[in-house]
């Protein structure tokens, strides 16, 4: 999130889209629900008519995958009636920026695309630059090659009746939405969004998020209170497993992985340095050098940056298509893999294709499955389907503290990085996660410098022990090593600091090894001051009282910055665009900002707002996706229709797949549209809460939620089993036929939709069913490479 | 000072914290559900389910509601139920709190149907395993200790809401006249009569049939035999108790 939780309050339209708020994070509600008693008005926009729409002032239905031509009809819908807050949009956005000549846009494909290795040439997408190497700029948003421009003319295709054609949304709802959403461009509004899974697992997730962003942009709503982009995290600390960067291509604190050409540390940070030549940009990732230096400090203690950078792994591309989850259990599939940590998680059940990803567990040699509760990935072998004679993976299952058991931090969905203090003790003398890897790297250690190997160095060198005390795991040393220390007497700033004093923000790293740090974005998070994120005051000023900021209550990333982005908030004199919600205020060269941490100290106008950026503002024009610079409305990999109304390029041309995989297209033996989501009840695979058996008494089974008119079709009661199909693989599940689901008019035909929750499997409970995943294709986005499981084709049937 | 519960029904979202709460607090263990065609699961109170979340759907020319019932005993101001009491102290009406508590003593009942079939709100039922006659007892082991009800601790919402009885018919009154602009059918369900009030967006029955009691002026539709019978039995059992 932006924002975060009780920032929703502040919010006069909150757009509910791409998620179910009320039943998948129940806590949102306190305050949506607050908001609401203030005045505002909340909109959701759903297939289904779910819990989330009981409590919404509006309720507008469209036909999963299609998010992105209601986004773009909504950005045609603000710039054909000039409902844009003109000076965020001039000040903060590259609307103003000219677009160079090489890049075009044609029938659905943007320039640069490179139909053998479907991939993009970037490069086709640059800004035209002036003498100066900084983009050229038009304010006055009048040369057609503007961004501004460039924007009105990609989206004046999406007209309303082309858009009801394909979504299937009525179109009294649609401009009901557009009319109600497009109302918080005024600078005393504030208009968010709360999105979830319904918009990230399609082949344009990312692009669905920036058609959102960019919306935000466009009505200024990005920096205040009550706006922003606020992506519900799914898991309490998912947010802290992302900075951290538990994925392939990042490293902590978003920092890049390295490529096998990248061969000197020098290299590596120019390639990811950015540089501005305006001064008044202040291009914050300019200081990457001294992160990406202080996070080698950090693992190897007493090599120098520039020698321990080669012991960083390299990849050989950036590309999800070649590193991410699909392709991963894919090559597994192929016997590419020999061993597996499957570790807090169960992917035979939550990844895409079930089926495939069981299947790819056959072929492994070993197995360690660390959890507390046994499940259906240790147990893969004895599954539906499994001849465990046959198979020869070796599974090693280690039982685990849970959370409560164990001490350290989480960082929710706001960024907050609260500490947890341990509750009892685990049974029998299980262990918490972080014992377990430091026992297992330790003997690793152990091994390599007893046996050697092909390089040992990275590992034997590896300064393991600056996360243990005596042996033994220590989560509070932990977390100051990701703040990080001096590893040297220096001054920095004035300031003079001993060997092993705490770095007292981001701000003091150093390149030349004199700090380290584990993630800078979390540098000011354990410093002299102390554990920083086991705070707990409620105290405030009248100003952070005014917006509910609890500057003192636990630690928010980046230094305690509670609403990103928030010098968008004020005008270039620094006064708040709504003075009645007021997130920072400039008062003077002596007293300065107040409220909020400012993004940045600097004086109003000093620096463009947008920090994060290379050149400092927003991005309308987003050059750097894998998909292209605007957001295009694509079908979903299997989809009902063969073609729509925007371009004759059906599916994304650079969406990841595995061309040896079958889809349904205009399938007639699949001609539903299917979709997967969660229930308050339970929890991810609901491995943790399907052991509860309060919870499964709630929500005991797999079921489909259908509409009365298709369940007629088919000649199902009511509470019946069914079976559903799809290409990969079938299952079965209790048809709930309700009223909440309503067949869709697309392109002039009846297409229905169905959907189930992907929470069950196999072991337990024994009539609980299986996960839908089963049903869910090896497909992904391009950049991300998160799976397409939330728009497929499936059928279903009297079972 | 004696408590009520006011219940903002417009305010709930289902997520059922309440109705596991209940189970948690109670130590009450899962019943073996299976699913029926509807997320309402337990299908009906029991023995060992106090707190149970009902959903109802409602369609209306052609706009829907999808109505969330979270049901438990409503701890009647004059109770009912205690003319279905032949053992002296099977039910404990406590002066305190208002709170209506059945005791073990209800095990020793010879006619525990009586106390179902006694209440306007079809709420106590017969634990098997004991014997005795259960319903929510208002967590009077929180409530004299200074916390809240397991099941109004948990509410996200706000829509479960606990306190000295003035406190709460003022907020239920408030929470109305908000709901009204909203809701024009909205209501208080009898608010005279109950420790427990609800504030419905629609009518009552729509949510179910018990919301509102049988007597109620809100009431629609006739009888049920078994309210009936219920009806006709009460003074018989008043005069033998």
């Known amino acids: ?799 | 000072m004696s408590k009520t519960f006011f219940i903002d029904l417009t305010k709930c979202t289902a997520c059922r914290g309440c109705q596991v709460a209940c189970k948690q607090w109670k130590k009450l263990p899962a019943e073996k559900t299976e699913n029926w065609g509807s997320h309402q699961n337990p299908k009906d109170l029991s023995g060992i389910t106090l707190k149970l979340v009902r959903f109802n759907e409602v369609e209306e020319d052609g706009k829907i509601q999808w109505l969330f019932f979270p049901e438990q005993c409503r701890h009647c101001v004059e109770p009912p139920c205690l003319d279905a009491m032949t053992v002296p102290g099977s039910i404990v009406h406590d002066k305190e709190t208002g709170a209506v508590v059945y005791t073990d003593l209800t095990a020793k009942e010879k006619d525990k149907e009586a106390f179902q079939a006694s209440c306007p709100y079809d709420i106590p039922r017969i634990n098997t395993e004991t014997g005795m006659v259960v319903k929510c007892d208002m967590c009077i082991d929180r409530v004299k200790a200074g916390m809240l009800p397991a099941c109004v601790a948990t509410c996200p919402t706000g829509a479960m809401n606990f306190g000295d009885r003035d406190e709460m018919l003022a907020l239920a009154e408030k929470s109305l006249t908000k709901a009204q602009k909203k809701y024009p059918n909205a209501e208080l369900i009898d608010a005279e009569s109950v420790r427990v009030v609800y504030l419905v967006q629609t009518d009552a029955d729509s949510y179910y049939q018990f919301l509102s009691a049988d007597a109620s002026t809100i009431k629609k539709g006739p009888m049920t035999r078994k309210q009936f019978l219920a009806k006709l039995g009460n003074p018989i059992k008043h005069m033998t108790s």
């Open chain 1, 1 to 799: 999130m932006t924002n975060h939780w009780i920032d929703l309050k502040n919010s006069d339209t909150i757009l509910i889209m791409g998620s179910n708020a009320a039943e998948n994070h129940p806590i949102s509600f306190k305050w949506v629900t607050k908001a609401q008693e203030n005045g505002a008005t909340v909109i959701h926009v759903d297939p289904r008519f779910t819990r989330t729409s009981t409590k919404a002032d509006m309720h507008a239905t469209l036909r999963s995958g299609t998010d992105i031509s209601i986004l773009g009809g909504m950005i045609k819908y603000i710039l054909d009636n000039d409902l844009i807050f003109k000076e965020y949009v001039v000040n903060y956005t590259n609307a103003s920026f000219i677009v160079g000549d090489d890049y075009t846009f044609e029938d659905g494909i943007f320039a640069g695309f490179d139909s053998k290795n479907k991939t993009y040439d970037k490069s086709k997408w640059a800004f035209a630059m002036d003498a100066k190497g900084n983009p050229k700029k038009d304010p006055t948003l009048k040369d057609p090659k503007c961004v501004y421009q460039m924007l009105k003319k990609h989206y004046e295709r999406y007209t309303l009746d082309k858009i009801v054609e394909i979504s299937g949304m009525k179109k009294a709802d649609l401009i009901k939405l557009y009319e109600t959403y497009a109302a918080t461009g005024k600078s005393d509004k504030a208009g968010t969004i709360m999105y979830a899974m319904g918009w990230t697992q399609h082949t344009v997730g990312v692009q669905n998020i920036r058609s959102m962003a960019m919306i935000q942009l466009l009505l200024g709503n990005i920096g205040i209170a009550g706006g922003g982009v606020n992506a519900l995290r799914g898991e309490s600390n998912v947010q802290g497993s992302t900075d951290h960067c538990l994925l392939y291509h990042i490293l902590p604190g978003y920092l890049k992985t390295p490529k096998a050409t990248q061969q000197s540390l020098a290299a590596y940070d120019k390639v990811y340095t950015p540089i501005s030549n305006d001064p008044k940009s202040a291009n914050w990732w300019a200081n990457y050098p001294k992160y990406s230096a202080s996070l080698l400090k950090a693992m190897w203690r007493d090599q120098d940056p520039k020698d321990s950078f080669n012991y960083l792994p390299k990849l050989d591309s950036g590309s999800a298509a070649d590193y991410s989850w699909l392709t991963l259990f894919d090559k597994m599939d192929e016997g590419q893999f020999k061993g597996l940590f499957a570790w807090g998680m169960n992917p035979a059940c939550s990844g895409a294709n079930s089926n495939k990803t069981r299947s790819a567990m056959t072929k492994l040699d070993w197995m360690v499955n660390v959890n507390i509760f046994p499940n259906e990935t240790g147990w893969f072998w004895e599954g539906p389907g499994m001849d465990p004679s046959k198979i020869k993976t070796e599974v090693f299952f280690l039982p685990c503290a849970v959370s409560i058991e164990k001490e350290g931090s989480i960082t929710n969905s706001g960024r907050w990085m609260q500490w947890r203090y341990k509750g009892p003790d685990a049974p029998n003398g299980l262990k918490p996660d972080g014992d377990l890897i430091y026992e297992l790297m330790h003997e690793i250690q152990e091994l390599y410098k007893k046996e050697g190997g092909a390089y040992p160095d990275p590992i034997t060198k590896l300064s393991w022990d600056g996360i243990a005390t005596n042996g033994v795991f220590d989560p509070h040393k932990t977390a100051k090593l990701i703040n990080g220390f001096f590893t040297k007497d220096t001054e920095v700033k004035g300031k003079k600091f001993k060997k092993g004093d705490q770095i007292p923000s981001f701000a003091y790293l150093q390149t030349d090894g004199s700090t380290c740090s584990g993630n800078w974005l979390y540098c000011n998070s354990y410093t002299a001051k102390g554990n920083m994120a086991a705070r707990r005051s409620l105290a405030q000023t009248e100003e952070q009282a005014n917006i509910g900021l609890f500057p003192n209550f636990s630690w928010c990333w980046p230094v305690n910055r509670r609403i990103l982005y928030n010098r968008a908030s004020v005008d270039l004199k620094g006064n708040p665009w709504n003075p009645k919600k007021a997130v920072i205020k400039w008062t003077g060269p002596k007293t300065k900002w107040q409220g909020d941490i400012p993004d940045g100290g600097w004086a109003p106008g000093d620096k463009y707002a947008f920090i994060m950026r290379k050149h400092g503002f927003g991005q309308l024009f987003g050059p750097g996706r894998a998909d292209g610079p605007f957001p295009e409305h694509y079908e979903p990999l299997e989809c009902p229709v063969k073609s729509h109304p925007f371009s004759s390029t059906l599916h994304n041309p650079v969406a990841l797949a595995f061309n040896d995989e079958a889809k349904a297209v205009c399938n007639p033996k699949f001609p539903l549209v299917g979709t997967t989501y969660r229930v308050a009840e339970h929890w991810q695979t609901g491995l943790m809460t399907r052991n509860c058996d309060w919870l499964t008494e709630a929500e005991p089974q797999i079921f489909v939620e259908m509409s009365t008119e298709l369940a007629e079709l088919r000649g199902i009661k009511n509470g019946e089993k069914v079976t559903v199909s799809s290409v990969r693989g079938t299952l079965w599940a209790v048809a709930i036929v309700t009223k909440r689901l309503k067949p869709f008019t697309i392109q002039g035909t009846v297409v229905h939709q169905v959907g189930l929750p992907w929470h069950f499997g196999w072991t337990w409970p024994k009539d609980g069913g299986d996960s839908a995943n089963i049903l869910t294709p090896s497909a992904g986005d391009p950049n991300t490479g998160i799976p397409e499981t939330k728009a497929f084709m499936v059928n279903v049937s009297k079972a």
